[in-house]
């Protein structure tokens, strides 16, 4: 009778092992978190801390498959056991469905927050940001916004300086590792921010990095005290981003502002310019050579023209205009924004000293867009960043 009951009791320990094989979570020796293929791995630290918790296993051949493609479901499920949400038995129907409900109730997962509702498919990094950000209580977030929150706070860093890929695949070491760090912010640390994925991610969520990487130029406590609406970045809207004239003749559309730091010799969008020895700034009369590294943004606006039924009247592409800052009359500072030269072409380029500009009486500084059109044609712009400051 022992011998029958032992039998038994090892068919479903077999049968229980190939359930969980075919769930995506596969069985190992959670104790000894010594998986051969995790050695030396990136992610070898937060693997074993993680398999030490028991929200996660290795396969039963003794690997981990650290760089193996992880799923929504597979996901879904790690975040819910990791965070010690209740989960309600599975009356039927697919294995996930018991962890999605109790995210759902949880506030963590939203129906509509995937782009499918094909929960066995690999899961994208600005999804993985999606849940991440709501497993942190923040709920009314923006189109494209989540990746944004996700690196402001340490839980997701760029794939390489300045590159986010929002729509690659999630592993399981880097899914593990973002679950690990959202247990750390709930356990009151301060993680570390890659800055330049803050910097990529602005940029993906409303095509500026303005924010993010001038902060103490464009985005001053003082654009958010009581009575300020528009100021910092609730001053930059989307649908000021694309401008018409007055004659209907000619529209263009802002594709990016962009903020480069020159005090930073890595700044990943350094890419985006001519070779920096091949630079100038221009201002009045005098031409003065870029440097390498120096105290000064740059700030680079790229447009595409959606029409121009007049090119005898309008030219080529928006412009960018600066208001606020005190012009310098001698020509020979950054202290108010100069422009820069690329052999004889001026570019839609400025560049500004971080400390030495000064703000005039109307206390805020501000960027606007414009046509450029000859003398008569109508003129328009808009306001596209604005920032005040205390006076």
């Known amino acids: 009778m022992k011998k029958k009951i032992t039998i038994f009791t090892l068919a479903a320990a077999l049968i229980f092992s190939a359930v969980i094989w075919q769930k995506?979570?596969?069985?190992?020796?959670?104790?000894?978190?010594?998986?051969?293929?995790?050695?030396?791995?990136?992610?070898?630290?937060?693997?074993?801390?993680?398999?030490?918790?028991?929200?996660?296993?290795?396969?039963?051949d003794g690997t981990f498959g650290p760089n193996n493609t992880l799923s929504r479901a597979e996901f879904v499920k790690m975040i819910v056991a990791a965070l010690g949400i209740k989960v309600s038995d599975n009356a039927g129907g697919a294995w996930y469905k018991p962890y999605f409900d109790a995210a759902t109730a949880e506030g963590i997962y939203v129906n509509g927050d995937f782009a499918s509702n094909d929960f066995n498919k690999a899961m994208p990094r600005v999804e993985m940001s999606k849940v991440g950000v709501r497993a942190l209580g923040e709920k009314n977030v923006q189109a494209k916004e989540w990746m944004y929150r996700a690196t402001k706070q340490g839980l997701i860093h760029g794939t390489a300086p300045g590159v986010l890929s929002p729509d690659g695949t999630t592993t399981r070491a880097q899914a593990i590792t973002v679950i690990e760090r959202i247990l750390s912010v709930k356990d009151g640390k301060k993680l570390p921010v890659d800055k330049y994925a803050v910097s990529a991610a602005e940029l993906y969520w409303h095509k500026t990095n303005i924010f993010s990487v001038a902060p103490e130029m464009f985005d001053r406590p003082e654009n958010y005290k009581q009575g300020v609406t528009n100021g910092g970045m609730n001053s930059w809207k989307e649908s000021l981003l694309t401008l018409t004239t007055p004659d209907g003749k000619y529209k263009g559309e802002v594709e990016q502002l962009v903020v480069i730091d020159m005090a930073d010799p890595k700044d990943p969008n350094r890419k985006l310019l001519p070779p920096i020895k091949e630079l100038s700034w221009a201002s009045f009369s005098t031409i003065q050579k870029l440097q390498e590294v120096s105290d000064d943004y740059i700030i680079l606006l790229k447009t595409k023209d959606i029409f121009n039924k007049d090119t005898k009247?309008?030219?080529?592409?928006?412009?960018?205009?600066?208001?606020?800052?005190?012009?310098?009359?001698?020509?020979?500072?950054?202290?108010?924004?100069?422009?820069?030269?690329?052999?004889?072409?001026?570019?839609?380029?400025?560049?500004?000293?971080?400390?030495?500009?000064?703000?005039?009486?109307?206390?805020?500084?501000?960027?606007?867009?414009?046509?450029?059109?000859?003398?008569?044609?109508?003129?328009?712009?808009?306001?596209?960043?604005?920032?005040y400051f205390d006076k």
């Open 313 to 387: 009247l309008y030219g080529k592409g928006l412009r960018i205009m600066f208001g606020g800052f005190v012009e310098d009359e001698t020509g020979k500072t950054k202290n108010s924004p100069q422009q820069l030269v690329h052999g004889e072409e001026s570019l839609n380029a400025y560049i500004v000293s971080k400390s030495k500009y000064s703000v005039d009486r109307s206390g805020s500084l501000r960027i606007n867009i414009e046509a450029p059109g000859k003398p008569g044609a109508p003129f328009t712009n808009e306001t596209i960043v604005r920032s």
């Open 24 to 60: 995506g979570e596969h069985s190992a020796n959670a104790a000894a978190a010594s998986f051969p293929d995790i050695k030396g791995h990136w992610a070898e630290q937060s693997i074993k801390e993680a398999v030490a918790k028991g929200y996660v296993n290795g396969y039963p």
